[in-house]
C-alpha cells in the first residue's frame, strides 16, 4: 500500500471506530461524502484491498509499446552506445525520426545497461598524495567564511596561507569579504615577510581564475592572476576541495581551535583580532608544523624590480582619446596637454588603482600627470565612489541618513508650532451672529 492508501485506511477504522464522523472523515481526506460512503462500504465488503489501486501493475495506456521500445535499444546500441540520453534523443529524431522523450530514454538505457543514473556512478576516490618535499614549494590559499566571533559579530572571512611541505600558517588576516584587494593585502604581507613561493595552489574561485567560458577580451588572467604572473609566481588551480585538502582541514581546525581562542581573549572585531593573530600563528606553528622532508628553502627573496605597491593593485589599460582624456570606473581623466601627452592620442595608457582609493596613469612605466572632470558639477571627485568599495560608502551614506532623519525629527515640532501661532495670528475673528 502506498502511503496515501494507509492515510485512509487510519481515517476509515476511526470511522468504524465512531471517533470520527464520515463527514469529517471525508474532509480529512479531500474527498466527497458520497466518495466516503463508497470507500467505507469497500473496506467492510472487500478489507484492505479494497483500498489498494487497481490500476498497480497494469500498463498504463499511454505507455510504448514493447516492439517499439526494442527497436529504440537496438538502434543506441548499434549507433549511439556511448552518447547520453539527451544526445541520443536528439540522434534519434534528427537521424530516424523517431520522437522519445530524453527520461524515457534514459530510464531504458539504464536498465539495457548503456546508462548509468548518477547513484550508480561509483564515486571517485581522492586518493592521498605526498607533500611537497621543500618549504615555500606549494603554498595553499583559501578564505574561509564563518562566524569566528560567534553572535559577537557578523560573519566575516580569514584568509588562510598554509605551507604544504610543513602544514605551517604562514599568513593568517580577517576580511570583512573574499576580495582581490583583501588578497592583495595579504600577499603583500607574506611576500614581505618570506619571500616568493614556487607556487601557490587555489580553487576556482573568481579572484584566482576567469570562469567565464566565452570571454573574448583580457589576456585570461584574473588582476591577482596578472600580479603572481609579474612577478614570477605560478598559481595553480585545484578541481575539487579534495584535492587542496591541507588548507580544507585547517580551515575546520581553526574554526574550531580559534573561535575559542578569541572567545576567551574577549575579541569581538577584526581589527582586534588581526593584531591578535601573529601571537596565535607562532603558537600553532610550534605545536603543530613539521620539518620538511628536504631542509631547503625555496622562498625566493623580493628584488629591486618586484615593485609590490605597483603590481599588486587594480590595473587596467584604457585607450586616450584624442581630446586627451582617459574614463575608468565611470570617471573622465583630463591628460595634462603637454608635447608628449600628444602622442599618445589612440594609444594603451594603464589606469592603476591602489587598494588606498587614489589613482595613476601610466604610459610605459611613466606617470600621467591628469586632472578629473567632474559631469555633475556639485559631486565632488571624493565623493564618487568605487564600486569594489560599494559596501562601505553604503554604510556611510545609511549613518548620514540617519543623522539627518534625527536632526529634521528635533526640529519638526518646533516648525509646527510655529506653523500652528502664524495660523492663528492669521485666522479671521469669529464673526457677530446677525452681521
Known sequence: MSRREVDRLKVIERVLNRRLSQTEAAEQLGVSARQMRRLVKAYL???TEALVSRKRGKRSNNAYSNGFKDLVIRLVTAHYADFGPTLAAEKLLERHEITVSRETLRGWMSDAGLWKTRQKRA?????????????????????????????????????????????KLMELRFTETESTFDYFHSTKRYLKRHGKPVAFYSDKHSVFRVNQKDATSGNGLTQFGRALHDLN???IYAHSSQAKGRVERMNLTLQDRLVKELRLAGISDIETANDFLPKYVETFNRKFGKAP??????????????????????????????????QYDKVLYLLEDNRF???LR??????????????????EGRSLPYSTFDKIRHVKQADIVDNKRLGAALAFVQEKQKEMNTERSKKAPARRGQLRLHKQANRPANPVMGD
Request: aromatic share 8%; proline share 4%.
Open 123 to 167: 564515486q571517485r576516490a581522492y586518493q592521498p598524495r605526498y607533500r611537497r618535499e621543500r618549504h615555500g614549494e606549494l603554498i595553499q590559499i583559501d578564505g574561509s567564511e564563518h562566524y569566528w566571533f560567534e553572535d559577537r559579530a557578523p560573519k566575516c572571512t580569514l584568509l588562510v596561507y598554509v605551507d604544504d611541505a610543513t602544514g
Open 293 to 326: 622532508l628536504v631542509d631547503t628553502d625555496m622562498h625566493r627573496p623580493l628584488t629591486e624590480l618586484d615593485d609590490l605597491e605597483e603590481t599588486l593593485c587594480h590595473q587596467e589599460q584604457r585607450t586616450v582619446t584624442n581630446n586627451l582624456t582617459v
Open 45 to 47: 465488503n472487500d478489507g
Open 346 to 363: 589612440r594609444k594603451k595608457a594603464t589606469v592603476f588603482d591602489y587598494p588606498d582609493g587614489t589613482i595613476s596613469i601610466k604610459f
Open 341 to 343: 601627452t600628444r602622442t
Open 233 to 235: 609566481i605560478d598559481i
